[in-house]
T-cell receptor, first 115, second 114 residues
Framework: AQSVTQLGSHVSVSEGALVLLRCNYSSSVPPYLFWYVQYPNQGLQLLLKYTSAATLVKGINGFEAEFKKSETSFHLTKPSAHMSDAAEYFCAVSGPGGANSKLTFGKGITLSVRP | DSGVTQTPKHLITATGQRVTLRCSPRSGDLSVYWYQQSLDQGLQFLIQYYNGEERAKGNILERFSAQQFPDLHSELNLSSLELGDSALYFC?????????????FGPGTRLTVL
């Protein structure tokens, strides 16, 4: 079984400040981890994914995440927030494929960016 | 634009009714996933098809069913609708499901049951 915990439902930062969105996972098989972003009234867009090739993963729009097996974490960071980053962010975990390729999502975190 | 299309965008219906949601995957993608997004349950996996065959089932109610057709489009059928079925229903597709392939999400169908 797999699960994802995203602590807090809302994070607010000032424009230009560091963004840190936390994600912890639980998985009985080697996990594949993802961060998706959802803008209002839109579908989900992949920011980045961890596939065991490298623990530090760089994604789109300046985001990156680090896989830490010892901490079962996959936190998302961005050095400098931009107003356009305001959206809902979902961390997700899947298994190695086939019938285990479905995504299990966390509850999501709403990111607000203050001018 | 992810390349995944879903119709209709919005659907308003009454309790007890039946609706069909349609999904066209990206060209070449063999795997289709359905997810439900609601305020109380969050994003939940419903069902997956791969090249016409059911591959995995999640928290899908018995009142719900799906299929994937030879042209790879998929339909999600919801029957005996209840107020609690009101949600955003997403379809996602991937080229393969062995290994880690990105799932591309459609814009969703917003279902409102009155």
């Amino acid at each position: 079984a797999q699960s994802v915990t995203q602590l807090g439902s809302h994070v607010s930062v000032s424009e230009g400040a560091l963004v840190l969105l936390r994600c912890n996972y639980s998985s009985s098989v080697p996990p594949y981890l993802f961060w998706y972003v959802q803008y209002p009234n839109q579908g989900l867009q992949l920011l980045l994914k961890y596939t065991s090739a490298a623990t530090l993963v760089k994604g789109i729009n300046g985001f990156e995440a680090e896989f830490k097996k010892s901490e079962t974490s996959f936190h998302l960071t961005k050095p400098s927030a931009h107003m356009s980053d305001a959206a809902e962010y979902f961390c997700a975990v899947s298994g190695p494929g086939g019938a285990n390729s479905k995504l299990t999502f966390g509850k999501g975190i709403t990111l607000s960016v203050r001018p | 634009d992810s390349g995944v299309t879903q119709t209709p965008k919005h659907l308003i219906t009454a309790t007890g009714q039946r609706v069909t949601l349609r999904c066209s995957p990206r060209s070449g993608d063999l795997s289709v996933y359905w997810y439900q997004q609601s305020l109380d349950q969050g994003l939940q996996f419903l069902i997956q098809y791969y090249n016409g065959e059911e591959r995995a089932k999640g928290n899908i109610l018995e009142r719900f069913s799906a299929q994937q057709f030879p042209d790879l489009h998929s339909e999600l059928n919801l029957s005996s609708l209840e107020l609690g079925d009101s949600a955003l229903y997403f379809c996602a597709s991937s080229v393969e499901d062995r290994g880690v392939y990105e799932q591309f999400f459609g814009p969703g169908t917003r279902l409102t049951v009155l």
